[in-house]
């Protein structure tokens, strides 16, 4: 079974940076896809922004130009560089994959990394 493991949230003052990293584990899988999703108290979640095994990208409107995804594959890792934070950008943020694994279509979730920013 593919599992993700996020890191590197945590509490930064408006303007800041951080950054994101997810791992992912397992044995005979393949990654095709690779994103992060966000949810606020209240909110549905949503993308944030994606990136294909090739390495095209995809960003909500809202991150552009402030966010940079980006992956590893030798590493099976992919990362979010968060600039230019603003409190809007506080939520649990979610790392996803899809893939095939052992023949089979699958689709994972990371158990989510705080981002707190503070005004």
């Known amino acids: 079974q593919v599992q993700l493991v996020e890191s590197g949230g945590g509490l930064v003052q408006a303007g800041g940076s951080l950054r994101l990293s997810c791992a992912a584990s397992g044995s005979a899988y393949i990654i095709n896809n690779m994103g992060w999703y966000r949810q606020a108290p209240g909110n549905q979640r949503e993308l944030v922004a994606s990136?294909?095994?090739?390495?095209?990208?995809n960003y909500a409107d809202s991150v552009k130009g402030r966010f940079t995804i980006s992956r590893d594959n030798a590493k099976n890792m992919v990362y979010l560089q968060m600039n230019s934070l603003k409190s809007d950008d506080t939520a649990v943020y979610y790392c996803n994959a899809d893939g095939v694994h052992l023949f089979t279509k699958y689709n994972v979730w990371g158990q989510g990394t705080q981002v707190t920013v503070s005004s």
């Open positions: 990136i294909t095994r090739s390495g095209s990208t």
